[in-house]
């Protein structure tokens, strides 16, 4: 068999990784045409020869490489599977590269992967353009659509509503047996074999559907999940069709039904993946905090003691060697310099896990780091708080108060504000924790940093809590960080009911 060819811009300054790379798509069956390049202005004109398969590019430090020539083909408008090939393997490197658009990140450590994820990315890529391509063949030919109905996959089909909201298919195409399960004949005879196959939770959505479209006579394009009579198994389907008025008042649709059940699930597993990293986001704050407790815990047990002890040996030499004044210097020049260490560790200490957190709780930690805050730079941080005496939960009371650490770090870094306030309000329903500032504001650019992690870690975690997050700021005109943490997390109903008013 032919090895298949594979034509490769290569980005990469090293000639010995270029050469391991290429060797190892030759071992995976590939006639690889490549042209190298360490540079943008080489990038640029490659690209503009439109004759590539597949991006290769070096994330490393050296030279010309990573997300500047991610985003230069994207500036381009380039349309090509680009991979990332890398010794760095940290999950912060890698969520930030498939973020910023790469289609995978190999490991050069590991490049069995390598031959696998291209050919992926060139089936990601295949499948795109041919969808692009059927949606500009669909708006060019929709007219002529119903002549071709029969060729196409999945079910045409003719579906009538009568005045009295009767439902009937006038025509089914063969194609109903394997979509739904329903021979042709059979549904042309009953609809409501259809009808009786709808997800319960669905039934509704399409009876409001196709009510939207017989009143405005609009394009019904409506998915939803069918029960197989066979099986009980679950699949999707796409209702898409036209509809028109007769002259009896009916209103007639023309359609394709599709399975669109392998996109559905791959959404629905994308979904899931997310929340597993955000679970995974959260275990690591979890993680972080229990480490910082056991530092603090070190710190004060046995630092602390032990500043302590000598501190008081000190004090004793002090007493002991008489009068020899320079002996006297030194001892006093040790003792200030413990004093200075005991005052460190505790700066320390508070950083990592205030005392009063733990022991008064979040309001009064906030009350300490705000006054740690006015101390620190000079700037006024009034504070207003309520308290309902509604208890707040342990994990919430780290969360709020490091949001609160955040956004001042925030605020004494970039934001020239003169007076920032304060207000934290533990209500029945939650805690509202607000930080405002009359600084220079953020700019929506700002927002979108892919390393603007202190926003971006707020929003987490107040995400775990289901809670809410609001940010509102103009250049010039300061910031406003409002944060709400129910005391119960909401779950979201994936059901919820719709309206049973009845179509049919």
Known sequence: MSAKKLRVLLIEASTGDAGHTLARLEQGGYAVEHLRVSDAAAMRAALSKNKWDVVLCSYDAAGFCGLDALKLMQAEKVDLPFLFLSHDQSEATLIRAIQAGAHSYISRDNL????????????????????????????????????FLSNLPGMAYQLLLDNNDALSFPYVSDGSRSLLGIEALDLTKNANLFLNILYPNDRASLQQAMRTSAGDLTLLNWEGRIVMPQNGNIKWVN???????????????????????Q????????????????????????????????????????????????????????????????????????????????????????????SVLDSFGVIAAI??????????TGISCPISQVDEGM?????????????????????????????????????????????????????????????????????ERVA?????????????KGTTIKVHVPHAAVQPDEDDALSQQKLF
């Open 367 to 376: 009350e300490m780091e705000v006054e740690e805050f006015e101390k620190r």
């Open 263 to 354: 996109s559905k699930f791959a959404d629905i597993g994308l979904k899931q993946s997310q929340e597993q990293l955000r679970e995974l986001s959260s275990h690591i704050q979890d993680a972080r905090e229990q480490e910082r407790l056991h530092i603090a815990r070190d710190i004060h047990d046995d630092m602390g003691g032990t500043l302590t002890a000598i501190k008081i040996d000190v004090a004793w030499l002090s007493a002991h060697l008489g009068e020899q004044p320079e002996l006297l210097a030194k001892s006093r020049g040790v003792e200030a310099l413990v004093d200075r260490c005991i005052k460190s560790a505790n700066n320390i200490l508070r950083s990592l896990r205030p």
């Open 464 to 476: 775990h809590f289901n809670g809410e997050v609001q940010i509102r700021s103009k250049p010039g």
């Open 239 to 261: 209702m898409r069709c036209t509809p028109c008025k007769l002259d009896n008042g009916n209103v007639l649709w023309e359609g394709i039904m599709t399975n669109i059940s």
């Open 112 to 147: 069995d992967f390598l031959v696998p994820a291209i050919e992926h990315a060139l089936r990601e890529a295949r499948i795109r353009r041919e969808h692009n391509e059927a949606q500009l063949a669909l708006q060019k030919y929709q007219a002529r659509l119903h002549s």
């Open 391 to 459: 208890e707040i939960n342990p994990e919430a009371s780290i969360a709020l108060f490091r949001i609160l650490q955040e956004a001042l770090t925030n605020i004494m870094k970039h934001a020239k504000a003169s007076e920032v306030t304060v207000d934290i309000a533990n209500r029945k329903s939650g805690v509202d924790l607000v930080i405002s500032d009359n600084g220079v504001g953020l700019r929506e650019v700002d927002r979108q940093k892919p390393r603007s992690f202190g926003l971006r870690g707020i929003q």
